[in-house]
């Protein structure tokens, strides 16, 4: 499935910490990533933590040995509590983050380490845009949620051939769990989350593969300080237009933020994270970034944030690469329908293979509009540097911009329209490398979602993608898919 990111409504303000995306992709080749079902823009850090409800977390290996620590320390306090039990809809565990945690005005740090998407995806994608029709059970501080997710999908052209394009059917089952230990008035929260798929494809054996994504993630919030954390493995085999094939990935990421307010208008923000990235025969990498942020709240519906990030790159086989971006943030919420989260600025980077140094524009935006109650729309673009998986000592320059429309049929079923373009132009990162390859994809999808029962949701979708790919190492390709998704929740 393809990036890009539907429309929803922008709800009222409400706050909590930001939290990261799993995986984090350091410096890979371009994934095929979906974004969850929607938005939600708000000016951050107003009050108790959110209920990421669907993101990959820690699992207790022993809740009642926690449950049994935490009230010797005085239980109530950490833990209010809560109806014996309760089921509400939730967002499904997926490689993007769910709605609840893309909030937050530091969401756009963790997003810009995930490379934007043209290739194919992995099975966990296709049933994003059925997770807000999940449950999640709670018994005390306890939450949790169950799931078996399947698909179905036929590719015209499941290697991304140039040529002589294959076809396969694409089956894929699989379990989706999340738990999770305190709720939103929470002094302190855990949670894990584990998503499992068996590929199976009908024509291509050696395509065959389990991928799974395992999660752990947690904060704490005190009287002013608040902290979070995120640590995930996934292993996975996909497609990649970098490479021109499907590839195996393994991705190891931790992450860490902070935020403190110094006055009711004015806070600090501090954020860091390390991503390992591994792929089967194709180079992976290492990265490292620290982010700061000053933010001041001009307007009870505008925050202004300035910010630097400081990054080390360090791609296998290559030489090391330092930058530093100096970067403007506006959060903003209009009006009641209209949601802003965008930052700018200009990144410098060195190259220790003496390569001269260079100057990029860089920017992360989203903008949502829930236009009536049964229509939104939503804007993404992103531009930034990665560092090539296929082609050594070369990095592209990504820009990227995706259109989205949904549309309520009814009250379970909804329709998602979607357009989007990727120009990737690749550079040299040391002296003895020409380059001259230059990406052009784009991308079309639409697709249906229907709750049938309580526990139960259907989806269908077809898409059809195209990377325009020039130079002697480029690797045009052109592709329709269709498929069927069901979940059944437990």
Not at 83 to 95: F, M, N, Q, R, S
Request: charged residues 20%; neutral net charge; proline residues 7%.
């Amino acid at each position: 499935m393809l990036a890009h990111s539907t429309g929803a409504s922008v709800p009222p303000p409400a706050a909590g910490f930001p939290e990261p995306t799993l995986p984090l992709f350091g410096q890979e080749s371009r994934l095929d990533l979906s974004s969850s079902p929607g938005q939600r823009l708000r000016p951050p850090w107003s009050g108790p933590l959110p209920d990421p409800t669907e993101s990959p977390g820690f699992d207790p290996a022993s809740d009642q040995a926690i449950l049994s620590a935490l009230n010797a320390r005085g239980y109530e306090a950490l833990f209010p509590p809560q109806p014996a039990e309760e089921v509400y809809p939730t967002i499904l565990a997926d490689v993007l983050p769910a709605e609840s945690e893309r909030e937050g005005s530091n969401l756009l740090f963790w997003q810009a380490a995930v490379p934007p998407s043209t290739g194919d995806s992995s099975p966990f994608e296709n049933y994003a845009e059925m997770a807000r029709y999940s449950q999640m059970h709670r018994k005390g501080p306890l939450s949790y949620s169950l799931r078996l997710n399947t698909s179905s999908i036929y590719d015209d052209n499941i290697t991304l051939a140039t040529r002589d394009k294959r076809g396969d059917l694409h089956l894929a089952m699989g379990p989706a769990l999340r738990v999770l230990l305190g709720g939103d008035e929470s002094t302190l929260r855990l949670g894990a989350s584990y998503n499992g798929a068996a590929s199976w494809f009908v024509r291509t054996p050696a395509q065959r593969a389990y991928e799974q994504n395992l999660g752990i993630d947690g904060g704490w919030s005190g009287s002013r300080l608040t902290l979070g954390f995120r640590m995930g493995v996934q292993s996975t085999r996909s497609g990649s237009a970098d490479a021109g094939e499907r590839v195996g990935r393994q991705v190891f990421y931790w992450g860490l933020t902070s935020f403190y307010p110094f006055t009711p208008k004015l806070s600090g923000e501090l954020s860091a994270d390390v991503t390992r990235a591994k792929f089967d025969a194709l180079l992976g990498s290492r990265e490292y970034r620290a982010q700061q942020y000053l933010s001041y709240q001009l307007t009870p519906k505008m925050q202004l944030g300035l910010g630097a990030t400081e990054g080390l790159l360090r791609p296998d086989g290559g030489l090391q690469q330092n930058y530093e971006q100096a970067l403007l943030r506006v959060v903003a919420q209009p009006t009641a329908k209209l949601g802003v989260n965008a930052s700018a600025g200009m990144e410098h980077r060195h190259f220790e293979s003496g390569l001269e140094s260079t100057f990029t524009p860089v920017y992360n935006a989203v903008v949502s509009w829930q236009a009536t109650g049964q229509t939104s729309f939503s804007l993404e673009g992103r531009r930034r540097v990665f560092s090539s998986a296929s082609l050594g000592s070369q990095n592209y320059e990504s820009t990227n911009l995706t259109l989205s429309a949904r549309e309520m049929l009814a009250a379970t079923v909804d329709a998602t329209v979607a357009l989007g373009t990727e120009r990737a132009d690749y550079k040299a990162a040391t002296t003895t490398v020409q380059s001259t390859r230059r990406d052009d994809f784009v991308f079309t999808r639409a697709s249906v979602d229907w709750a049938v029962l309580k526990n139960c949701s259907l989806g269908v979708f077809y898409e059809f993608s195209k990377n325009l790919s020039k130079g002697p190492e480029g690797h045009p390709f052109q592709r329709n898919r269709a498929g069927l998704s069901v979940s059944l929740s437990f």
